[in-house]
C-alpha cells in the first residue's frame, strides 16, 4: 500500500502512467496527487507538453514568414501597413505559449487580429486547436464560427494575390475545419483515457471492497465455528468444576473423575483452537482443517454431554443416515452443540431430548427440546450470538432454523434442512 503526503488517496496507477514524460499535463493533472503539482496548483509541464509547444510555436512562426514573404506581391500594402502586419504577427506567435492557461481568451483575442494581419494566420490556427483540445464543443462552435464568419470579410479587404476570392474563402474554411477537427480528436482520445483510467479505478475499488468482504465473510465463519467448538468444551469445564467446588465432601474417585474430565475437556479444547486457528493463519476454508463433524458424530456428542452430569436422550429416525449430506449433516451437528450447551447453561439439571428425523426427499428436521427447569433458574449472562449463528448456518444450506419457549415452560430449538438442493425441508408427520 503506497502512502501520500496529501488527503487524497491515491490509487494505484497503470503502467504507462508512470512514464509521465509521454502523458499530457492534463492527464497528469488527474492521475498525481497535489503534492507534486507546481506551486500554482497546476502540474508542470511534461516533456511532451514541452515538444508539442515548440511544434506548435514553430508551425505559427514559419505559417507567419511565409505570410510575410507574400506581403509585397500586396500591391495596395503601405509599408506601413506591412510593418504592422510582421509585429502583430510576432506578437501573436510570441502569444502561443499562453495556449494552454487561457485558451479562451487567446482564441477570443485572435477574432480581432485575424482581420488585420496576414502573418498571425499560423497563430489563429493554432488558438483554434488550442481551444478544440481544452475546452467543450459550445465555446468551438461559438468562436470557431465566427472565426469562419469573418474571413470572408478579411479577403474581401485583402484579396490573395493570384487566388480567388471563393477559392480563398474556401481554403481559410478548409484549414480552419482541419485544425477544429484535429483538436476534437485529440480530445476525444484524451477523455477515453481518462474513461478508462476511471473504469480501472472503479474495478481496483470494487476488487478492494470484494476482498475486504471475503474476509470479513471468513474471519465471521471462524469466529462461529469457535463459538460453537469452545463453548461447549467450556461448559463441560465449568460444569465440573463446579461439581469440586459445591461437593467438597466429594471421595477421591469422583474427585479424581472429574479433574480427569476437566483436563481432558481443557486438552480438547487447546486442540480446537489450534486447529481453527491454523486454519486462519494458512487463509484455508474450514473442511482443509481437520475432519469436520457430520450428523454420524452426533451419537458422540450426547455420549459426552451425558458423561457431563446431563440427562440426555437421542432420538433418531433418519432413514439413511449415510447419505446426509457432508454440509447438512455438520450443520445439524452444529446446531445440537450449541442447544445443548445452552440448555447445560440456562436450564442445568433438567431433561433434554434430541430429536432427529427425515430422508431423502423430504429434508432433515432436528429439535433440541428442554423439560421446563425445576426451582429458580439461575442467571447466566448470554449475548444471543449464538443462535443467530445457527440461523445463518441453517440459512446458509438452505434451511431454517426456528426457536423459542414450549407450551409446557420448556425451551425448543428446531431446525429444518433440505436434504441436498432439491430437497423439501417440510417436517413429516411425527418427527420431533
Same mark, same amino acid.
Given at each position: 500500500?503506497?502512502?501520500?503526503?496529501?488527503?487524497?488517496?491515491?490509487?494505484?496507477?497503470?503502467?504507462?502512467?508512470?512514464? &509521465?514524460?509521454?502523458?499530457?499535463?492534463?492527464?497528469?493533472?488527474?492521475?498525481?496527487?497535489?503534492?507534486?503539482?507546481?506551486?500554482?496548483? &497546476?502540474?508542470?509541464?511534461?516533456?511532451?507538453?514541452?515538444?508539442?509547444?515548440?511544434?506548435?510555436?514553430?508551425?505559427?512562426?514559419?505559417?507567419?514568414?511565409?505570410?510575410?514573404?507574400?506581403?509585397?506581391?500586396?500591391?495596395?500594402?503601405?509599408?506601413?501597413?506591412?510593418?504592422?502586419?510582421?509585429?502583430?504577427?510576432?506578437?501573436?506567435?510570441?502569444?502561443?505559449?499562453? &495556449?494552454?492557461?487561457?485558451?479562451?481568451?487567446?482564441?477570443?483575442?485572435?477574432?480581432?487580429?485575424?482581420?488585420?494581419?496576414?502573418?498571425?494566420?499560423?497563430?489563429?490556427?493554432?488558438?483554434?486547436?488550442?481551444?478544440?483540445?481544452?475546452?467543450?464543443?459550445?465555446?468551438?462552435?461559438?468562436?470557431?464560427?465566427?472565426?469562419?464568419?469573418?474571413?470572408?470579410?478579411?479577403?474581401?479587404?485583402?484579396?490573395?494575390?493570384?487566388?480567388?476570392?471563393?477559392?480563398?474563402?474556401?481554403?481559410?474554411?478548409?484549414?480552419?475545419?482541419?485544425?477544429?477537427?484535429?483538436?476534437?480528436?485529440?480530445?476525444?482520445?484524451?477523455?477515453?483515457?481518462?474513461?478508462?483510467?476511471?473504469?480501472?479505478?472503479?474495478?481496483?475499488?470494487?476488487?478492494?471492497?470484494?476482498?475486504?468482504?471475503?474476509?470479513?465473510?471468513?474471519?465471521?465463519?471462524?469466529?462461529?465455528?469457535?463459538?460453537?467448538?469452545?463453548?461447549?468444551?467450556?461448559?463441560?469445564?465449568?460444569?465440573?468444576?463446579?461439581?469440586? *467446588?459445591?461437593?467438597?465432601?466429594?471421595?477421591?474417585?469422583?474427585?479424581?473423575?472429574?479433574?480427569?474430565?476437566?483436563?481432558?475437556?481443557?486438552? *480438547?479444547?487447546?486442540?480446537?483452537?489450534?486447529?481453527?486457528?491454523?486454519?486462519?493463519?494458512?487463509?484455508?476454508?474450514?473442511?482443509?482443517?481437520?475432519?469436520?463433524?457430520?450428523?454420524?458424530?452426533?451419537?458422540?456428542?450426547?455420549?459426552?454431554?451425558?458423561?457431563?452430569?446431563?440427562?440426555?436422550?437421542?432420538?433418531?429416525?433418519?432413514?439413511?443416515?449415510?447419505?446426509?449430506?457432508?454440509?447438512?449433516?455438520?450443520?445439524?451437528?452444529?446446531?445440537?452443540?450449541?442447544?445443548?450447551?445452552?440448555?447445560?447453561?440456562?436450564?442445568?439439571?433438567?431433561?433434554?431430548?434430541?430429536?432427529?428425523?427425515?430422508?431423502?426427499?423430504?429434508?432433515?428436521?432436528?429439535?433440541?427440546?428442554?423439560?421446563?427447569?425445576?426451582?429458580?433458574?439461575?442467571?447466566?449472562?448470554?449475548?444471543?450470538?449464538?443462535?443467530?449463528?445457527?440461523?445463518?448456518?441453517?440459512?446458509?444450506?438452505?434451511?431454517?432454523?426456528?426457536?423459542?419457549?414450549?407450551?409446557?415452560?420448556?425451551?425448543?430449538?428446531?431446525?429444518?434442512?433440505?436434504?441436498?438442493?432439491?430437497?423439501?425441508?417440510?417436517?413429516?408427520?411425527?418427527?420431533?
Amino acid at each position: 500500500m503506497s502512502t501520500v503526503k496529501s488527503d487524497e488517496r491515491t490509487p494505484a496507477l497503470p503502467a504507462y502512467a508512470r512514464r &509521465r514524460w509521454v502523458l499530457p499535463a492534463a492527464v497528469v493533472e488527474d492521475l498525481y496527487p497535489r503534492s507534486q503539482r507546481a506551486p500554482h496548483g &497546476r502540474p508542470h509541464r511534461t516533456a511532451r507538453d514541452w515538444i508539442v509547444d515548440f511544434a506548435c510555436f514553430l508551425s505559427a512562426v514559419a505559417i507567419g514568414l511565409m505570410a510575410a514573404d507574400a506581403l509585397d506581391q500586396e500591391t495596395d500594402l503601405s509599408p506601413a501597413m506591412a510593418s504592422a502586419d510582421q509585429w502583430i504577427g510576432a506578437l501573436s506567435c510570441a502569444a502561443v505559449w499562453l &495556449r494552454r492557461r487561457w485558451p479562451v481568451q487567446l482564441a477570443v483575442a485572435m477574432l480581432p487580429v485575424s482581420l488585420v494581419s496576414a502573418t498571425a494566420g499560423g497563430a489563429v490556427l493554432v488558438s483554434l486547436f488550442t481551444l478544440a483540445v481544452h475546452r467543450p464543443f459550445r465555446y468551438v462552435a461559438w468562436i470557431g464560427g465566427v472565426s469562419v464568419a469573418v474571413a470572408p470579410l478579411y479577403y474581401w479587404m485583402r484579396p490573395e494575390p493570384g487566388l480567388a476570392f471563393p477559392a480563398s474563402v474556401a481554403l481559410a474554411f478548409l484549414l480552419a475545419l482541419t485544425v477544429v477537427g484535429w483538436g476534437l480528436l485529440v480530445r476525444s482520445k484524451r477523455q477515453l483515457l481518462l474513461s478508462l483510467r476511471d473504469r480501472a479505478r472503479h474495478a481496483e475499488t470494487e476488487a478492494a471492497l470484494r476482498a475486504e468482504q471475503a474476509q470479513r465473510l471468513a474471519r465471521e465463519a471462524i469466529a462461529r465455528e469457535m463459538h460453537d467448538v469452545l463453548a461447549h468444551r467450556l461448559t463441560l469445564l465449568s460444569v465440573h468444576a463446579g461439581a469440586l *467446588e459445591f461437593r467438597p465432601d466429594a471421595s477421591r474417585e469422583q474427585v479424581a473423575r472429574a479433574a480427569g474430565v476437566i483436563r481432558e475437556s481443557a486438552h *480438547e479444547a487447546l486442540q480446537d483452537l489450534r486447529e481453527i486457528i491454523g486454519v486462519l493463519r494458512a487463509a484455508e476454508p474450514d473442511d482443509a482443517g481437520r475432519p469436520q463433524p457430520t450428523l454420524a458424530a452426533l451419537d458422540g456428542l450426547v455420549t459426552e454431554s451425558r458423561g457431563a452430569g446431563m440427562r440426555v436422550g437421542l432420538v433418531g429416525h433418519v432413514t439413511d443416515p449415510a447419505a446426509v449430506p457432508v454440509s447438512v449433516g455438520r450443520t445439524a451437528y452444529r446446531i445440537a452443540q450449541e442447544a445443548l450447551t445452552n440448555a447445560r447453561k440456562h436450564a442445568p439439571g433438567t431433561g433434554v431430548t434430541v430429536t432427529v428425523g427425515g430422508g431423502p426427499g423430504e429434508g432433515l428436521v432436528l429439535s433440541v427440546r428442554n423439560a421446563p427447569p425445576q426451582g429458580k433458574v439461575p442467571s447466566v449472562p448470554g449475548s444471543g450470538q449464538g443462535l443467530i449463528g445457527l440461523a445463518e448456518r441453517a440459512s446458509l444450506v438452505g434451511g431454517t432454523l426456528d426457536h423459542g419457549p414450549t407450551p409446557e415452560g420448556g425451551f425448543e430449538v428446531r431446525a429444518r434442512l433440505p436434504w441436498g438442493g432439491t430437497a423439501d425441508p417440510r417436517p413429516r408427520e411425527g418427527a420431533g
